[in-house]
């Protein structure tokens, strides 16, 4: 990649969106000339300038410049370049997007449009287009964080074209549950199957007393409330046991996605998905209800809902993921889902510790929002006792958002 120094006609700034995330760093060493091969910066790349963003628009003398914010380099060496000198087609598309969509949300109001004789943008259009160019990069790494901490096959997206909002602040994920103190999950399956075609002879569910969960397809063939036990760690079966689905986690691309109709983030899929297919396990922090009662009381005050019962057997443990999950956790609640809680055993078999799975209740296109009945027990019963539960008896009521025709008005 070439080089370019601020301020050279001659030169051509090349630019890519920026996917560094240690950039403070990065603007300190070069401000005071320092090398550090740990963050990249070199002897070799010191003085490279690398377009970050484009943040502003004027015309000088029939001559179109854009404020350029370098990457690695901090505001104050932003410096104005001639628009024949930016090699960079994405960066000044977005830079239009951006202005578009601003103008025309305004419009909506009073109308503040560029008109041909304007030869700069008005600040308050700068302003946005700088913010949503820091958006961008935010999503942009959250999304590679994700990615590098996810165990499952299917991708992760991020996606904003809402509003400003940017990655969650005090959101960690995790792969699977995370027990709290004085809680222990490393309960090992006993026993294991020695099938060579755990279809036709006695697996682990028949060893359990229920039957096997899936067919051949990989699809779900029980009823809801039916418990899954899938081959654990002591089966001898191999890793392509039909009978273990969950345990390979997503295998379909999601988006997370900021919604358009005030739900926050929600989740969409990239890829069709077949009924009763597995799509995604719930995760969080594993507490004890008493916990969970005093959570849910503040929960209940902020209007959000992140806990659900482990209430399969007993009502001794709930699943917390406000603060620690995956995915899941980002998955909006609807009156009439296309997701279902299924509670499933491999190598835990502890009845008081199911870990849950939400398969597709019915096939779901490409695109579609995914969502599950916040209400919804793991009997397949309607219940308040699941999500976000409470023993309180005064409790926030919170408004539900699903839009759908049987929308029962409230989450609790």
């Known amino acids: 990649m070439d080089s370019l120094s601020p301020n050279f006609s001659s030169a051509r700034a090349w630019c890519v ?14 401000k005071e000339k320092l090398t550090c091969k740990s963050i990249g910066i070199t002897k070799r790349n010191l003085n490279n300038y690398e377009v970050e963003y484009l943040c502003d628009y004027k015309v000088v003398k029939d001559m179109e410049y854009y404020l350029v914010k370098w990457k690695g380099w901090p505001d104050s060496t932003n410096t104005w370049e001639p628009l024949q000198n930016l090699k960079c ?32 943008l008005k600040p308050a259009v700068a302003e946005y287009i700088v913010k949503k160019a820091k958006q961008r990069i935010a999503l942009q790494r959250w999304q590679d964080e994700l990615n590098r901490r996810k165990t499952h096959k299917g991708m992760i997206f991020v996606e904003n074209t809402v509003d400003l909002e940017g990655p969650p602040s005090d959101f960690y994920y995790i792969n699977e549950y995370k027990p709290a103190p004085g809680i222990s999950l490393v309960n090992e399956a006993t026993f294991g199957c020695s099938c060579r075609d755990c279809f036709f002879e006695k697996c682990c569910p028949a060893e359990a007393g229920v039957l096997l969960a899936y067919n051949k397809n990989q699809q779900l063939k029980i009823p809801p409330g039916a418990p899954i036990y899938e081959c654990n760690s002591r089966c001898q079966c191999g890793p392509d046991c039909p009978n273990r689905i969950v345990q390979k986690g997503t295998q379909y691309s999601l988006c997370i996605f900021r919604t358009s109709n005030g739900c926050g983030w929600g989740v969409k899929t990239l890829v069709k998905i077949k009924r009763m297919s597995f799509v995604m396990e719930y995760v969080g922090e594993v507490i004890t209800s008493e916990e969970a009662e005093r959570r849910g009381q503040l929960y209940d005050n902020k209007g959000i809902t992140y806990l659900f019962d482990l209430d399969y057997e007993s009502d001794e443990f709930t699943v917390d993921a406000a603060r620690y999950g995956n995915v899941s956790h980002f998955v909006n609640h609807s009156c009439d889902p296309n997701l279902q809680v299924f509670n499933v055993f491999i190598d835990n078999l502890d009845t008081r510790l199911p870990r849950i799975a939400l398969f597709s209740t ?31 008896k005064k409790r926030a009521r919170t408004v539900c958002k699903c839009g759908s025709v049987t929308c029962r008005g409230y989450l609790n």
């Not at 997007?97 to 030869?119: M, P, Q, T, V």
């Not at 490409?366 to 409470?390: C, N, P, R, W």
């Open 17 to 30: 969106p920026c996917l560094v995330s240690l950039d403070t760093l990065q603007e300190l060493c070069r």
């Open 362 to 392: 019915r096939t779901i296109n490409a695109g579609e929002e995914l969502t599950f009945d916040y209400q919804m027990k793991s009997s397949g019963d309607v219940s308040s006792d699941s999500i976000d539960h409470s023993p309180a």
């Open 89 to 120: 087609p994405l960066l000044l598309q977005q830079f239009f997007n951006d202005k578009h969509n601003y103008l025309s949300r305004i419009k909506k109001g009073k109308a503040i449009a560029l008109k041909e004789n304007h030869r700069a």
